[in-house]
């Protein structure tokens, strides 16, 4: 019997997880305990951890670590009280191995105190370029503290095994996002509407936005851009999800609320829709834009244009049905047109996704459950030749 422990700091992680959870709680040998914390635990933030519930998982641990995310001083609090708490639950559930996703601040601690305590970890996406944000040091990070990695293409693989890592622990698996558009049931046009309280048939945008924690500009005024652009498309609703709980996030959430409260004909804003609800919303809107990862990873799969603004995903892979535009209002315009115009909607219909490959959840469970984990804890630094 192998004990996993899954980490999961943030309401999207867990939407991409979740697959994988309900695999290997159907596994005979294995044994699966979440760690919830971050964001999950944070009433600002929606208190996710209830989504978790609701879907019949057991929680193991819930963690609150969060004191404060609108500052940087906040963020390094956060990390400095995760690798304290995240290091006590793990050495008092002493799993065979810790299975993290992606790059977010809460899991880099998480990491580095499995690593104190010898626990094997398995890491999910890593090798992914996000040059706007801060995320993309702590991924790399993460890369380096891990024993097996779960690359979502071919180029991001490569790039792990440049960090050093042993080609032979390294496998190009797909997104998990990808998968779960796959095997989710999603909404019709019309109960999505509803759902989202627009009536029906009512067009409109699909906006998410995190801050660029790499960019000199504060988070209201990275945002202004993006409002100023969307007022340019008064034929549209705009459904406007949460930022994550980075500094400065709180600031743009709250500036999302007010935004909703002056213009409720055309504005409605959702602090978290959850997994089913958003690929749903995505599915039916006229175009997702914003900065948020999913417009670039997963909505594509779902034949609808993606706006990425701003540096945050720069250097991520995308498909054809992604216009990548900068942070100024008239360049945001511009994209959105182009976007909303009947040739690239037919183009974004039709187009390939990079990020999608069959029997992810299936390739990462196989592995999880049949490498040898003594001699996968022994790690050297693969040199190219």
Request: glycine share 8%.
């Amino acid at each position: 019997m192998r004990t996993i422990c899954i980490f999961t700091g943030t309401r999207a992680e867990y939407g991409l997880l979740r697959p994988l959870i309900r695999a290997l709680e159907n596994e005979p040998d294995a044994t699966v305990r979440l760690l919830v914390t971050g964001s999950h635990v944070a009433d600002a933030h929606g208190a996710t951890w209830h989504e978790i519930e609701n879907d019949g998982i057991s929680l193991y641990e819930r963690v609150e670590v969060l004191m404060d995310s609108a500052t940087e001083a906040g963020v390094y609090t956060a990390m400095g009280l995760g690798m304290i708490r995240y290091g006590d639950v793990l050495r008092r559930m002493a799993p065979d191995l810790l299975v993290l996703l992606g790059d977010r601040y809460e899991a880099f601690a998480a990491a580095a105190a499995a690593t104190v305590c010898k626990i094997p970890i398995a890491h999910i996406q890593g090798g992914e370029l996000t040059l706007g944000a801060i995320d993309e040091s702590f991924r790399h990070a993460i890369t380096k503290m891990s024993h097996l990695h779960f690359a979502s293409t071919q180029a991001y693989r490569a790039r792990i095994i440049q960090l050093g890592e042993d080609p032979d622990r390294v496998f190009a698996v797909g997104a998990l996002g990808v998968e779960n558009i796959r095997t989710i049931e999603l909404s019709g046009a019309e109960d999505t509407s509803r759902r989202l309280n627009l009536e029906p048939g009512q067009p409109y945008l699909l906006a998410t936005f995190h801050p660029a924690t790499r960019s000199s500009k504060p988070p209201d005024i990275q945002l202004s851009a993006l409002l100023d652009a969307l007022d340019d498309f008064p034929d549209h609703a705009v459904v406007m999800t949460g930022a994550n709980a980075d500094a400065g996030g709180l600031a743009i959430n709250r500036l999302l609320a007010e935004r909703a409260a002056r213009h409720p004909k055309r504005y409605r804003f959702f602090m978290s829709l959850g997994t089913q609800l958003y690929l749903s919303a995505a599915k039916h809107a006229a175009a997702v834009v914003g900065n948020s990862s999913s417009a670039v990873i997963e909505v594509p799969t779902l034949g609808v244009p993606s706006v990425d603004v701003g540096p945050r995903q720069a250097g991520r892979t995308r498909g054809n049905s992604v216009i990548s535009c900068n942070d100024e209002a008239t360049e945001i315009v511009d994209a959105i047109a182009r976007a909303l115009s009947p040739e690239f909607r037919h183009l974004a219909a039709s187009a390939a996704n990079p990020y999608d490959r069959p029997g992810t959840t299936a390739r990462i469970v196989r592995e999880l459950l049949s490498r040898n984990l003594t001699e996968v804890s022994i790690k050297t630094f693969y040199d190219l030749q």
